[in-house]
T-cell receptor, first 116, second 113 residues
């Protein structure tokens, strides 16, 4: 039973336009959400995170939106660049271990292709 | 400041052999996590360790798999009597406090033939 779902396996966007990657979760106990980017043959790289007490977090070209009532979050990349082409993973966790995230539950990823 | 170092990058084992995967966390990081990624899947949590302690091993298969993070030296993920289904990418991550995003290593790709 997948607790974190990324329903779009792939997304293609023109350079300069907005990329919107979506993620849904089922466990209402999740209170911390992260996005990772992964290139082939490399480990995931942390991009941006959001706590459940917020509904938006912005870092440069990357913005994450959280809709708790819908159990949905999205990552916006504006403007998209060819170097953004990678697989993007959504991840969620519960505050365990006295405040630490402990383990993360990952979605299956969305492959973003940004065309020049 | 080196990142999370995993070795080997690629490991080929015959069925029934043992696989040892090593992970050196970033300097100053005392929290280590192991994840496994099967083809076309997301990363699946295996185990969370701090120095000399296993904090959470809820994602570890009950048999053949073990992990340690000794006081000195790297964290080791050990798989005994490997089977073809163990073929996957194994990623290690570390963090200084267990809070915030992890830093992942580049992974070890295990192939069982």
């Amino acid at each position: 039973d997948q607790q974190v779902k990324q329903n779009s396996p792939s997304l293609s966007v023109q350079e300069g336009r907005i990329s919107i990657l979506n993620c849904d979760y089922t466990n209402s106990m999740f209170d911390y959400f992260l996005w990772y980017k992964k290139y082939p043959a490399e480990g995931p790289t942390f991009l941006i995170s959001i706590s459940s007490i917020k509904d938006k977090n912005e870092d440069g070209r990357f913005t994450v939106f959280l809709n708790k009532s819908a159990k949905h979050l999205s990552l916006h990349i504006v403007p998209s660049q060819p170097g953004d082409s990678a697989v993007y993973f959504c991840a969620a966790s519960k505050q365990n271990y006295g405040g630490s995230q402990g383990n993360l539950i990952f979605g299956k990823g969305t492959k973003l292709s940004v065309k020049p | 400041n080196a990142g999370v170092m995993q070795n080997p990058r690629h490991l080929v084992r015959r069925r029934g052999q043992e696989a040892r995967l090593r992970c050196s966390p970033m300097k100053g990081h005392s929290h280590v996590y192991w994840y496994r990624q099967l083809p076309e899947e997301g990363l699946k949590f295996m185990v969370y360790l701090q120095k000399e302690n296993i904090i959470d091993e809820s994602g570890m298969p009950k048999e053949r798999f073990s992990a340690e993070f000794p006081k000195e030296g790297p964290s080791i993920l050990r798989i005994q009597q490997v089977v073809r289904g163990d073929s996957a990418a194994y990623f290690c991550a570390s963090s200084p406090s267990g809070i915030g995003g992890y830093t992942f290593g580049s992974g070890t790709r295990l192939t069982v033939v």
